[in-house]
């Protein structure tokens, strides 16, 4: 796949142009899916806000594949050390898809794109958009 439609996201390729959306405001990059940080698994796939790692990716081969997947519990069937252990990587999840936010907000400001339309976009009034993302008091 070209470097154009990849969209300039990272996945461990060494011609990504630019980092994927959010990237640059995060120490530590999470699968989407699964919650692995980038250190525990050989590729991390980006996509506009979010990220899926090479494990999953497999998983869902197998799934369109129609083979048999490895069997997993729903996620609140899963012991309490796991769920609190998961909190922390949930929370990165949401803070992943945040600074992606904050990095389409700056890019369509930097464009000349009104509070209005963003505001609009995000399903929110143009003031609650401009008091969120505007960095002023």
Do not use: H
Not at 104 to 109: E, F, Q
């Amino acid at each position: 796949m070209t470097i154009i439609n990849r969209q300039g996201y990272l996945d461990d390729m060494t011609t990504s142009r630019t980092p994927g959306p959010g990237a640059s405001r995060l120490g530590t990059l999470y699968c989407s899916f699964c919650n692995k940080d980038k250190g525990t698994v050989s590729k991390l796939i980006a996509g506009p806000g979010v990220y899926i790692c090479n494990e999953c990716v497999g998983l869902c081969n197998l799934i369109l594949a129609e083979e048999n997947a490895p069997e997993f519990g729903a996620w609140n069937e899963r012991p309490d050390d796991e769920l609190l252990a998961g909190l922390g990587r949930i929370q990165a999840v949401v803070s992943q898809v945040d600074a992606a936010v904050y990095d389409y907000v700056d890019t369509l400001r930097a464009r000349g794109i009104s509070w209005t339309r963003i505001g609009e976009a995000l399903g929110v009034s143009k003031q609650a958009a401009w008091e969120r993302f505007s960095g002023e008091d």
